[in-house]
């Protein structure tokens, strides 16, 4: 189950002539509501362990646990992971959710009515989730919880902050890239980090799999003579033959995210990329501006193309060389970003009280990733850069 971002409206109204009455909002959706304003209650879970709240985390779109990259204290040791809700703690099990990977990360099962007679939530991972119950309110919730970054950002634009930690995200993958092309050379090393950036976060070491598997120059050994289509056709073949024994996610999410859509669609990109047989650099990305624009194709939209842009061209160009280190740099700051998406949603909406959209720009919304991996999800709420 998974719930969206609670609406800032209160669920009470005052009536014309008689005093203002709580309306209790009912389900699991209340519930998600209460989390993410701050849930006052309870102080412990079911087996004694003190309880703070330390961040809710974001609300998690689409499959999955309600809540990602939650901390909390139990007894006061810290803990980093994902919260699920349910109305009763039966819920759990009712959903299919005690044998599902995607619920291995649940640090903390929040529900209204412990109905069972355990104290913790059960995973066939082995672990024993923390069991909380916060009972539904008399009284009217909490509001909405605000991050010390909100607070920062009504005074002054948090921009500049998150795209120098956009930089810093940069020059990470750029390391990684260059390691790497030392040994592989850059066309290989494209090859690789645009399959990763494709696979999505759950099916990200597959896609690398792929990659190790069948190389670059081994998928340009599989294309007939023939036009394009022949050869996408050819790489897809040899894709999805290369990703059938490993462990693909499939469940939740849009059609077109379906990891065989997408090895698919990369098959399409590659197919123009390298038009020939040898694994050098594409000559459509020979320099800073031709980026997102060569990297359309069937099945890869705009989104996907920025995504590829900035997570696998441009850190694979720098690493190896390719382009001057000043117009990448000014072509990162200028790419527009995708929509805010998952745990940025949150993050884009807090920062929003100087500057309407802080994340428009790649750099920015890389740099929030960056905030996010390593402030929002380990603890540091108030002691990041923008706070």
């Given at each position: 189950?998974?719930?969206?971002?609670?609406?800032?409206?209160?669920?009470?109204?005052?009536?014309?002539?008689?005093?203002?009455?709580?309306?209790?909002?009912?389900?699991?959706?209340?519930?998600?509501?209460?989390?993410?304003?701050?849930?006052?209650?309870?102080?412990?879970?079911?087996?004694?362990?003190?309880?703070?709240?330390?961040?809710?985390?974001?609300?998690?779109?689409?499959?999955?646990?309600?809540?990602?990259?939650?901390?909390?204290?139990?007894?006061?040791?810290?803990?980093?992971?994902?919260?699920?809700?349910?109305?009763?703690?039966?819920?759990?099990?009712?959903?299919?959710?005690?044998?599902?990977?995607?619920?291995?990360?649940?640090?903390?099962?929040?529900?209204?009515?412990?109905?069972?007679?355990?104290?913790?939530?059960?995973?066939?991972?082995?672990?024993?989730?923390?069991?909380?119950?916060?009972?539904?309110?008399?009284?009217?919730?909490?509001?909405?919880?605000?991050?010390p970054c909100a607070a920062t950002a009504t005074r002054s634009s948090p921009v500049p902050a998150l795209e120098r930690l956009g930089l810093e995200r940069l020059?990470?993958?750029?390391?990684?890239?260059?390691?790497?092309?030392?040994?592989?050379?850059?066309?290989?090393?494209?090859?690789?980090?645009?399959?990763?950036?494709?696979?999505?976060?759950?099916?990200?070491?597959?896609f690398a799999e792929v990659a190790r598997r069948l190389p670059l120059p081994a998928l340009l050994e599989t294309a007939p003579a023939g036009g394009s289509e022949?050869?996408?056709?050819?790489?897809?073949?040899?894709?999805?033959?290369?990703?059938?024994?490993?462990?693909?996610?499939?469940?939740?999410?849009?059609?077109?995210?379906?990891?065989?859509?997408?090895?698919?669609?990369?098959?399409?990109?590659?197919?123009?990329?390298?038009?020939?047989?040898?694994?050098?650099?594409?000559?459509?990305?020979?320099?800073?501006?031709?980026?997102?624009?060569?990297?359309?194709?069937?099945?890869?939209?705009?989104?996907?193309?920025?995504?590829?842009?900035?997570?696998?061209?441009?850190?694979?160009?720098?690493?190896?060389?390719?382009?001057?280190?000043?117009?990448?740099?000014?072509?990162?700051?200028?790419?527009?970003?995708p929509a805010p998406y998952g745990q940025l949603r949150s993050l884009a909406g807090w920062l929003s009280a100087a500057e309407s959209a802080p994340l428009a720009?790649?750099?920015?919304?890389?740099?929030?990733?960056?905030?996010?991996?390593?402030?929002?999800?380990?603890?540091?709420?108030?002691?990041?850069?923008?706070?």
């Amino acid at each position: 189950m998974s719930v969206l971002a609670p609406a800032r409206s209160a669920p009470w109204r005052a009536l014309a002539e008689e005093p203002a009455v709580y309306a209790p909002a009912r389900g699991e959706a209340a519930l998600a509501e209460r989390w993410f304003a701050g849930l006052g209650a309870p102080s412990r879970v079911e087996d004694g362990r003190r309880l703070r709240i330390r961040f809710p985390g974001v609300p998690a779109p689409g499959y999955g646990p309600d809540a990602r990259d939650a901390v909390i204290e139990l007894d006061g040791a810290e803990l980093c992971g994902d919260v699920e809700l349910h109305l009763r703690a039966s819920g759990w099990h009712a959903h299919g959710h005690h044998d599902d990977p995607a619920y291995a990360r649940v640090v903390l099962h929040v529900v209204e009515e412990n109905d069972g007679a355990s104290l913790v939530t059960p995973h066939a991972s082995g672990r024993a989730i923390p069991l909380a119950v916060a009972p539904a309110p008399s009284t009217p919730p909490l509001p909405g919880f605000s991050p010390p970054c909100a607070a920062t950002a009504t005074r002054s634009s948090p921009v500049p902050a998150l795209e120098r930690l956009g930089l810093e995200r940069l020059r990470a993958k750029t390391s990684r890239a260059a390691n790497w092309s030392a040994a592989r050379g850059p066309g290989p090393v494209l090859y690789a980090l645009a399959l990763e950036t494709l696979a999505g976060r759950r099916n990200r070491e597959s896609f690398a799999e792929v990659a190790r598997r069948l190389p670059l120059p081994a998928l340009l050994e599989t294309a007939p003579a023939g036009g394009s289509e022949e050869r996408a056709e050819a790489f897809a073949a040899a894709l999805l033959n290369a990703a059938s024994a490993l462990p693909l996610v499939r469940h939740g999410g849009r059609p077109a995210a379906a990891p065989e859509r997408r090895l698919t669609a990369f098959a399409a990109l590659a197919a123009r990329l390298w038009p020939g047989p040898r694994p050098e650099w594409p000559e459509t990305l020979a320099e800073p501006a031709s980026v997102p624009r060569a990297l359309r194709a069937p099945g890869i939209g705009a989104g996907a193309a920025l995504e590829l842009a900035v997570n696998a061209v441009l850190p694979a160009a720098l690493g190896a060389r390719l382009w001057p280190e000043g117009a990448a740099l000014d072509r990162f700051r200028a790419l527009p970003a995708p929509a805010p998406y998952g745990q940025l949603r949150s993050l884009a909406g807090w920062l929003s009280a100087a500057e309407s959209a802080p994340l428009a720009r790649a750099a920015a919304l890389q740099g929030a990733l960056q905030l996010h991996a390593r402030h929002c999800s380990r603890g540091g709420c108030g002691a990041c850069p923008l706070s």
